[in-house]
Every structure is written in structure tokens, then in C-alpha cells.
């Protein structure tokens, strides 16, 4: 399974929008997997913590199950997508009230071997 799609690992419902979690995404997208946790260590953003936990765990599948060293695994994809929205309301003034969307995303990482990706 993991010669051909590569090791995949996923977070659902992680509670960051899905336009604010791809500006990080774009940041590790196509480096290499140690690199990008250094990366996202020092990134402000408040989804960086969610996606290096992501990172960690696909990591982490790749060196229990499959037997990768983590020095040769890249970021081969990383993508979120939108998850469900929690709606709220805020009430304002003269008895309107202000809708307010909790928007959530499922993001996905998907880790190759650098040798491999070279060959495809």
C-alpha cells in the first residue's frame, strides 16, 4: 500500500478554517519531512500546531509500520478540506443578531520516500 499512494495520515475536524491552514500547508508542501517540522516549530501561525502534530504522526506511521527512516520521507501532498461549520449567533443592537460561522477542516498528508519520488 504505502509503494503506491505513500503513507497517509489525516485530521479531522481540526478547529482552524481551511483558507487559514492552507497558507501553512503551503509553506511544508514538497520539503522534506524533518525539515518541515523545523519549519513549522517556528511558524506564528495558529494552525502550525495542529499540522506539525499532523506531520509527527504520519512520521511516525512511516517509521513503525513500514520501516522508512525519517531523514528520506518528503512532504509528497498536503491539502485541507473544509469540514463541517459550527453557526452561532452574536445579537446586536435593535433586537438584529450577527451570525458567526466556527468553520473547521479535515487536513490530509501524504509522505513519500525521496528515491522514490525522484523515479516517478
Do not use: C
Not at 17 to 39: H, I, M, N, T, W
Not at 45 to 69: H, M, T
Not at 97 to 105: V, W
Amino acid at each position: 500500500m504505502a509503494e503506491g499512494h505513500g503513507i497517509r495520515a489525516t485530521a479531522r475536524y481540526v478547529s482552524v478554517s481551511p483558507q487559514k491552514a492552507r497558507l501553512v500547508l503551503d509553506l511544508v508542501r514538497g520539503r522534506a519531512a524533518v525539515e518541515a517540522l523545523d519549519l513549522l516549530r517556528f511558524t506564528s501561525k495558529s494552525a502550525a500546531r495542529p499540522v506539525a502534530k499532523l506531520l509527527r504522526s504520519a512520521i511516525a506511521n512511516a517509521e513503525e509500520n513500514f520501516g522508512y527512516s525519517r531523514d528520506e520521507l518528503i512532504v509528497s501532498e498536503i491539502f485541507a478540506d473544509q469540514g463541517p461549520t459550527r453557526r452561532w449567533r452574536r445579537f446586536g443592537a435593535r433586537g438584529r443578531f450577527k451570525p458567526i460561522d466556527h468553520r473547521s477542516s479535515h487536513i490530509t498528508v501524504i509522505l513519500r520516500e525521496r528515491d522514490v519520488e525522484l523515479s516517478a
